[in-house]
């Protein structure tokens, strides 16, 4: 499934996709966000989405793989149509120096700070300065989400609380080379 969205981008996407398939493993987090992006903005069937996360990571537990699934699908237990992750905001509460991003992105290593999660968004002189050519080194967005909007140019919050998160969010096996 990741082969071929690869092509076109979504925040968050790439990396977790090249973390899934470097090291078998996606976080939680990781998995609701690929969930909701599939199942809301890309309107994609979310049993297909299951299944290939069921097929993917080497630590797949069945039901909760098909519990986050059925959330963010707004179907089963807790259904609301308009539940979906804000991908732009979700990156900047787990990753808000785009350390993870860069980390499994080497293409945008020239882009700092927290812009590493909307290259689409900066100026062509400040793209050129960080080596990133949308459309040939780094692709361009698959959707624009409205809401995204509300983020762009954003910092993070920092919110305390979501710290422990972040951490583990951003835990990285250290023996893992990423090549461009």
Request: net charge positive; glycine share 6%.
């Amino acid at each position: 499934m990741h082969g071929k969205r690869e092509e076109r981008e979504c925040p968050l996407w790439k990396p977790k996709m090249r973390e899934l398939a470097m090291t078998g493993f996606i976080s939680n987090r990781g998995r609701q966000n690929v969930a909701s992006l599939l199942a809301k903005d890309l309107v994609l069937a979310w049993c297909k989405g299951a299944k290939w996360l069921e097929d993917s990571p080497i630590d797949h537990n069945v039901c909760s793989n098909y519990g986050n699934w059925l959330y963010s699908a707004a179907i089963g237990n807790d259904p609301r149509e308009n539940r979906k992750f804000n991908m732009i905001k979700q990156g900047l509460d787990y990753d808000n120096n785009g350390d993870y991003v860069r980390q499994w992105v080497p293409e945008l290593q020239g882009i700092r700070g927290a812009d590493v999660h909307t290259p689409w968004t900066l100026s062509t002189a400040a793209l050129s300065h960080a080596h990133v050519s949308l459309g040939e080194t780094y692709p361009t967005p698959i959707v624009m989400a409205p809401e995204w909007n509300r983020h762009v140019n954003k910092k993070s919050s920092g919110k305390k609380k979501e710290e422990v998160e972040r951490k583990a969010f951003l835990t990285l096996p250290h023996s893992i080379t990423i090549k461009a």
